[in-house]
């Protein structure tokens, strides 16, 4: 109903509820991190590799196992053998490894990736760079031709790469799954034959990820038989083979529980090969880590030991001499954590049963006693008693500090200002730094200077979740924040570009030559000077001449193309060397998996965001200078919350990107200015959305003030995708634009015509739309609740065009202002003969032309609400009156604009509406 205001968002100037406090007093809950149940727990694909436990090759320091080419037991006969190499390697995500290291190989050392070597090699290729997942490489050659396949895994991942000598075809399974296949009819198997060594764990570098198990068969595996291998370790964590398949080609086997003497007898600094003779040395750092009768030992925590690390990995060893005689290797243990003795409070954790590693990673509560014991089994389910009770106190919260990179913080440790790391790629994450519930300040201008274009892509990352640092619930978030008294924390995703020297081209124009592709805009000077937060956005020319004519501008013939030349002329036509700045290769955020982290105070310009993470928020942040989008969300990531932001410059702000049912939902996007999307003609697109959604459901966009952009919130369902329960409501939306082709939309749906999916529940209510083509747009054919909003000198208030074989919208339209529209208050151009329309209770100003428009007629207020159609009301209550705005001046910027005057015939005029309680 109408009141003496309508309820629209206040001018809030991006105002902050600081809520650190708050999230930092709740003790944090204790998190599983190693993805237990009850009986069975899979190894954790993040975290440090463990170093105890039972029949596994410890690689995690390096070293490898080898057998010279001499002593090999090689295939009899390559020409006419097909062969597999079956392995389980633990692939932990951010933890790095040695560039084209093989799981196990007999090629050169270079013979991974370069097809000059003959030989065949199973292994990894870049896995020195930091990454979520590593890529698998399989290779088989003959020194001429060869064939390669790969994918990315991670976690303690079953491999096979199996080779079909008649068909010349190499494919890649992971856990049980085809992930590659390639065929080389060219490639001579006969020459696949080689004198080289028979390596694990190494190659042109070291492994340095820990292998539990590696088979060599005389045959190509069957997919069939290759899902019976993998099943038996992914649902039994068993890595024998199973009882039921026939082993009459397995060549060789190391289960990693023996170590043995060259020959295979009784002896030690060998790998045992329990099916053939390829026993391999030990060498370096190598070493099997196996239980031979020793007791079970607590290793870590010590008993009553304090100031114990929230994020704690506990560690035991042996435990075989409890089970008695007949064990079966490997060993697996359950370990069990509580706030009492008795191990029977709600805070009982416990982990499942871990195969091979006696290790497990848990998140505790702050400043806690905790209790813990621990049991073994063996691969025969004989199980032991548990343990002794050992007891520890975890450590308070902690708040960290970074600083920019190159300064002198004293011992850079980062636990004070004074002390803060050097850099962003120095902050530590896990047992020795930032941990859940912890927060981090990052102070001062951050900006990554590019010195050389070696690994240009990757070299100013920054992973969040290098170990499974990110938050625990709500109640343990990491918070990041920079509002640092007198040093405000600001990053750029721009590069200083200082890769080679710049060549002066007269008339102030000097020349580079880019080190990486580029997006085609987007280039600074004087980042930083004359304070943290000064810097020059240059203008971007069509040509070298313009760039001479107009100073503080660049040029470039194809950005796209590394080694294209720029041409630049500063604001004062100086030398450029150390003050231009190119898009795209500083700093950059990967947030994987990470979760319930907050970014809190911050300035974000020119950065990029990737990965799949939940329950990450921005508040009180500003994000600027994008390319595609400023954040964009896709599949499976839930809970994303932007909140008081000040978003600007892109093709897009807030992109919820999907085209399926696993569309980011439960979002909240509250209180931003969001503003100049898609006015700079590199940004000119037709989507240009201020927010935008594809499918998801139990989203809130509210309190939002969107200005200059060429949509406001608009909410999309493809074809068989759902779009439910959305709720749009308070957002004051001005300006709209068309550049580009944009649409002009205020706040609208819209979808694939022949959508029919769940469109249910969405709700649009309290919002302004101001000075816009088009105020409000309605598709969906399920009804769209549009209550108590106003539309203002816009061309068209209220507008909808859906006809799929008839079918069209269906528009719940109560309690509205549409006030100054310029050519239409209605406009229903569909020609649908299936549609709904329910409006009533509105208010429309002027009231004297063809102001509604249904299909081909164009009516007048008293022609529009004397129709009369199946389910539909044509405003029977409704007035064309003047609202009596309290601003009279047509000029409006804000929600006290829409203040009613006591003599509106617009109060009391409405009828009552079911809402949600607002929160405050």
């Not at 990110?470 to 995703?493: C, F, L, Q």
């Not at 649908?832 to 009516?859: H, Q, R, T, W």
């Amino acid at each position: 109903m109408y009141a003496r205001k309508i309820f629209i968002p206040k001018n809030q100037k991006l105002s902050l509820l600081v809520l650190v406090a708050l999230l930092l007093s709740v003790a944090p809950a204790a998190i599983n991190l190693s993805f237990a149940t009850q009986e069975v727990s899979q190894i954790s694909p993040f975290g440090l590799y463990p170093s105890h436990g039972d029949c596994f090759l410890y690689l995690a320091e390096g070293g490898c196992a080898m057998l010279a080419a001499s002593e090999v037991c090689d295939l009899p006969n390559y020409s006419a053998a097909s062969f597999s190499i079956e392995a389980i390697v633990d692939i932990r995500a951010y933890q790095t490894g040695g560039r084209w290291a093989s799981i196990l190989s007999k090629t050169n050392q270079r013979g991974l990736y370069d097809s000059r070597y003959a030989g065949w090699a199973l292994g990894f290729g870049n896995q020195h760079l930091i990454q979520d997942k590593y890529e698998i490489y399989g290779k088989v050659g003959d020194g001429e031709e060869d064939v390669r396949v790969s994918s990315t895994a991670r976690g303690a991942v079953h491999i096979v790469m199996s080779w079909n000598y008649e068909s010349r075809e190499l494919k890649l399974y992971v856990n049980g799954n085809l992930a590659d296949s390639k065929r080389k009819p060219d490639l001579n198997p006969a020459m696949i034959d080689t004198n080289y060594d028979l390596m694990m764990g190494s190659l042109l570098q070291e492994l340095k990820r820990n292998i539990i198990m590696v088979r060599w068969w005389r045959e190509e595996l069957s997919a069939e038989k290759v899902r019976l291998l993998a099943d038996n370790w992914l649902k039994n964590l068993d890595p024998r083979v199973p009882a039921n398949l026939n082993k009459t080609h397995l060549h060789s086997e190391w289960l990693m529980n023996q170590e043995c003497a060259s020959d295979g007898s009784v002896g030690s600094g060998w790998l045992r090969d329990s099916q053939g003779r390829n026993n391999l040395r030990l060498v370096g750092q190598a070493s099997l880590r196996i239980s031979s009768g020793e007791p079970l030992s607590l290793i870590y925590p010590e008993h009553g030991q304090e100031g114990v690390n929230r994020l704690l990995t506990l560690k035991v060893q042996g435990g075989d001499s409890l089970l008695g005689y007949g064990v079966v290797h490997p060993l697996s243990y359950y370990f069990q954590i509580d706030t009492t003795a008795e191990f029977n409070s709600g805070n009982l954790i416990e982990s499942g049963w871990i195969p091979c590693y006696g290790e497990y990673t848990v998140i505790l509560k702050p400043k806690t006693k905790y209790y813990w014991r621990v049991k073994v089994r063996d691969m025969a389910k004989k199980s032991s008693g548990y343990s002794q009770i050992r007891s520890f106190t975890t450590e308070p919260v902690s708040t960290w500090y970074v600083r920019p990179q190159g300064g002198s913080y004293g011992n850079e440790d980062g636990t004070s200002y004074a002390n803060a790391w050097d850099g962003l790629q120095n902050i530590v994450w896990g047992e020795a730094g930032v941990e859940p519930g912890d927060t981090l300040y990052i102070c001062g201008l951050h900006v990554h200077t590019v010195i050389d274009r070696d690994f240009i892509g990757t070299q100013a990352d920054i992973y969040l979740i290098s170990y499974p640092i990110s938050g625990a619930n709500e109640s343990a978030r990491i918070i990041i924040r920079g509002d640092y008294p007198d040093d405000p924390g600001i990053v750029w995703g721009a590069y200083r570009i200082s890769h080679e020297s710049w060549t002066y081209q007269g008339n102030g124009v000097w020349s580079i030559r880019l080190p990486a592709s580029s997006y085609g805009d987007w280039y600074f000077q004087d980042i930083g000077k004359p304070s943290s937060g000064a810097f020059v956005l240059l203008a971007k020319e069509s040509s070298i001449q313009g760039v001479k004519n107009h100073p503080g501008s660049h040029y470039c013939d194809n950005y796209q193309q590394t080694g294209s030349m720029l041409y630049v002329k500063c604001t004062d036509s100086g030398n450029p060397t150390g003050r231009i700045y190119g898009d795209r290769w500083g700093y950059k955020f990967k947030l994987s998996d990470a979760s319930y982290i907050t970014f809190l105070n911050l300035k974000f310009y020119n950065t990029s965001w990737s990965g799949g993470a939940s329950h990450i928020r921005w508040e009180g942040c500003t994000i600027a200078y994008g390319e595609h989008s400023l954040l964009s969300f896709r599949d499976g990531q839930d809970y994303m919350e932007v909140i008081n932001c000040d978003l600007s410059w892109a093709s897009n702000g807030i992109y919820n990107i999907s085209t399926t049912n696993n569309a980011p939902s439960y979002y909240r996007y509250k209180g931003n200015y969001i503003h100049d999307i898609g006015v700079r003609p590199i940004n000119y697109n037709s989507d240009a959305h201020a927010i935008g959604i594809q499918g998801g459901h139990d989203g809130v966009i509210e309190d939002n003030i969107i200005k200059n952009c060429g949509t406001g919130p608009l909410l999309y369902a493809f074809t068989s995708q759902e779009l439910k329960n959305t709720i749009v409501r308070r957002n004051f939306i001005t300006d709209l634009h068309t550049l580009g082709g944009a649409n002009g939309f205020g706040v609208s749906t819209m979808c694939n015509n022949n959508s029919l999916s769940d469109k249910s529940g969405n709700k649009f209510y309290h919002n302004i739309v101001i000075n816009s083509p088009v105020a409000y747009r309605f598709q969906f054919e399920q009804e769209q609740k549009v209550f108590n909003n106003v539309a203002c000198n816009c061309e068209t208030a209220l507008e909808s065009g859906r006809n799929f074989n008839g079918l069209g919208a269906w528009v719940n339209l109560k309690n509205n202002i549409f006030f100054g529209s310029k050519k239409y208050h209605i406009r229903w151009y569909s020609g649908a003969n299936n549609f709904v329309i329910n409006s009533d209770y509105n208010l429309y100003y002027p009231n004297m032309e063809a102001m509604f428009k249904l299909g081909p007629k164009e009516l007048t207020l008293s022609q529009w609400k004397a129709l009369s159609l199946p389910r539909c009301l044509f405003d029977a209550h409704s007035i064309g009156e003047n609202p009596l705005f309290v601003n009279a001046s047509l000029e409006y910027s804000n929600s006290s604009d829409f203040t009613l005057q006591p003599q509106s015939k617009a109060i009391n005029a409405g009828v009552d509406q079911m809402f949600p309680m607002l929160k405050k």
